[in-house]
């Protein structure tokens, strides 16, 4: 089992910055790509990023492309998204997910999230 907790989230003008991070304990963190995703109110949940179990690998969500970074230190079982030049149809609730294949996506455990709300 790995155990996943957010935080980070909260309210934010447009053009603003929120740094998200993602604790993990339990298995072994550094074995598993993790990845970030969101779901905006009335919206189904959806891919933002993916990085490989060294970091050494990112990719993201067009949408998204360019504004956010995402980083993880596996000293301290922790992953980071930087969100920055937010804007309102980034609000949503940020989940952090530990993936059990890179190719699909497929997730082996979820966080329980984290709101990020940006105003206009």
């Known amino acids: 089992q790995v155990q996943l907790v957010e935080s980070g989230g909260g309210l934010v003008q447009a053009g603003g910055s929120l740094r998200l991070s993602c604790a993990a304990s339990g298995r072994t963190f550094s074995n598993y790509g993790m990845g970030w995703f969101r779901q905006a109110p009335g919206k189904e949940r959806e891919f933002v990023a993916p990085?490989?179990?060294?970091?050494?690998?990112?990719a993201y969500a067009d949408s998204v492309k360019g504004r956010f970074t995402f980083s993880r230190d596996n000293a301290k079982n922790t992953v980071y998204l930087q969100m920055n030049s937010l804007k309102p149809e980034d609000t949503g609730v940020y989940y952090c997910?530990?993936?059990?294949?890179?190719?699909?996506?497929?997730?082996?455990?979820w966080g329980k999230g984290t709101l990020v709300t940006v105003s206009s």
């Open positions: 990085i490989s179990w060294s970091g050494g690998k990112t």
């Open positions: 997910a530990a993936l059990s294949s890179w190719s699909t996506l497929a997730v082996a455990y």
